[in-house]
């Protein structure tokens, strides 16, 4: 019986290759969780209409009742997550805590978007600046 790696050898410049892209995909995710403006505050939109604001400073629970059903978010130590959420998948769960500016959770089944926003708000100017 042929096996599929029989004869293989591993040369010095198959391990430098693979070297080189664990190092890169290793500088990659560094620079994903280094990089990038705290968030400042936090807003919240279900369908299109903006629900509130909220510092990310200042912890708090905030109940949502909705016409699609009811989500719990929370903000403690500068950062949100939505907690208990009454949608099927609970993705928006799942998907934990946010801090960044830029950053989302979504609920689909709500119809919720839960954005981090910056100082003054200027990160969803540029979001809105090259989408058009």
Known sequence: M???FDGV????ADLLLLAAAL????LFALYLLLSGERGSSVQVVCDGR???EYSLQED???PLSLEEGRNLLLIRDGKV????AECPDRLCVRQGAVSRAGES???LPHKLTVSVTGR???DQEAVDAVAG
Request: proline share 0%; with cysteine; aromatic share 4%.
């Open 2 to 4: 042929k096996h599929m």
């Open 120 to 122: 003054n708000g200027a």
């Open 23 to 26: 190092g890169a995909a290793v």
């Open 60 to 62: 708090r629970e905030i």
């Open 50 to 52: 903006l629900l509130g």
């Open 81 to 84: 997550w939505m907690e208990e």
């Open 105 to 107: 959770i979504i609920c």
């Open 9 to 12: 050898i591993i040369k010095k």
